[in-house]
């Protein structure tokens, strides 16, 4: 079964899917192959993340979109979906976690977090969890507003490794976790044409993300479940196309259209700079496996 037919299994009816994809890729990447870790303050926390790019395994490297998702969580955590107080206690889990970065960003806005991926990857992804946890727990007073980070294995479509972790989820996240370094456009397609049938699926736009961690060639997806029974719309422009809603103010209430408050505190927002740094240091290739034979079964749960 392929993982779009699983979505009712995982995830809660009234919340969302994250994703975070490259879609082009440069001669240049931001860790060289001789470095062994990362170090990236988010949220006020200082995390260091081991990596190990030379490992034949893609997902001991930590990849770009995973630092621009939780710069952006960051950037937008002062109000709206991604408060604190709106996040809290809410169960995420993270598909291919890697190096575990992008599972951090969630625990640190509240979420209680199970980050997955292949066997392989675990030892790595387990030592990257462990010590933050330890090193943010002695540096930190008030540890209570920070959620909790698992590790779990996770081969997607395998039903034991389902039902261990728990489901269903209020949010699924992903940070470059379908794909090779060269991209099909057909294959690029077919995933927007899968996650659509699901899915009311909003693109992020570069002005949300971080002034400094973004990139042309990644984006950012939010994607909430359509709700079953209801009769499929699809907005179209003037000529006929398939409209894509970019997100552009994520401090409304995409509930109801209201303002959110505010939340309380403050959270680190980048200064303005050049992009110049990113763009010459920048990752030239995506982690991950792409999903074969992945196929949708006609609409069933």
Request: with cysteine; aromatic share 6%; proline share 4%.
């Amino acid at each position: 079964m392929g993982f779009g037919a699983q979505t009712n299994t995982w995830l809660h009816f009234s919340l969302f899917l994250i994703f975070v994809s490259c879609t082009a890729h440069g001669d240049y990447r931001l860790n060289s192959p001789n470095t062994s870790a990362i170090s990236l303050e988010v949220m006020g926390h200082r995390l260091h993340i081991s990596q190990d790019p030379n490992s034949k395994h893609l997902g001991t490297t930590v990849w770009d979109a995973s630092m621009v998702f939780v710069k952006f969580l960051e950037k937008n955590s002062r109000k709206g979906r991604f408060c604190p107080s709106k996040l809290k206690g809410k169960r995420v889990i993270e598909l291919g976690a890697g190096c575990g970065l992008a599972g951090f960003g969630m625990a640190l806005l509240g979420c209680d977090v199970t980050t997955t991926d292949q066997v392989e990857v675990l030892p790595l992804l387990m030592r990257n969890v462990e010590r933050n946890i330890s090193w943010i727990s002695q540096s930190n007073s008030d540890s209570d507003t920070i959620g909790s980070i698992t590790v779990a294995e996770l081969d997607w479509g395998n039903k034991e490794h389902i039902k261990a972790v728990e489901p269903p989820f209020d949010y699924i996240i992903g940070t470059d976790i379908l794909g090779y370094e060269i991209r099909s456009a057909t294959v690029h397609e077919k995933m927007m044409e899968m996650w659509k049938s699901n899915f009311i699926v909003k693109t992020v736009s570069k002005s949300k993300m971080d002034v400094k961690y973004q990139h042309p060639s990644i984006h950012l997806y939010m994607m909430d479940l359509k709700a079953p029974l209801i009769p499929e719309v699809e907005a179209t422009d003037d000529n006929g196309n398939d409209d894509e809603e970019v997100v552009s103010n994520l401090g409304e209430d995409e509930d109801n259209g209201l303002k959110s408050e505010s939340c309380s505190g403050s959270s680190p927002e980048a200064k303005s700079g050049s992009l110049d740094d990113w763009e010459i240091r920048r990752c030239g290739a995506m982690a991950a496996r792409l999903v074969k034979d992945v196929k949708l079964q006609g609409g069933e749960p």
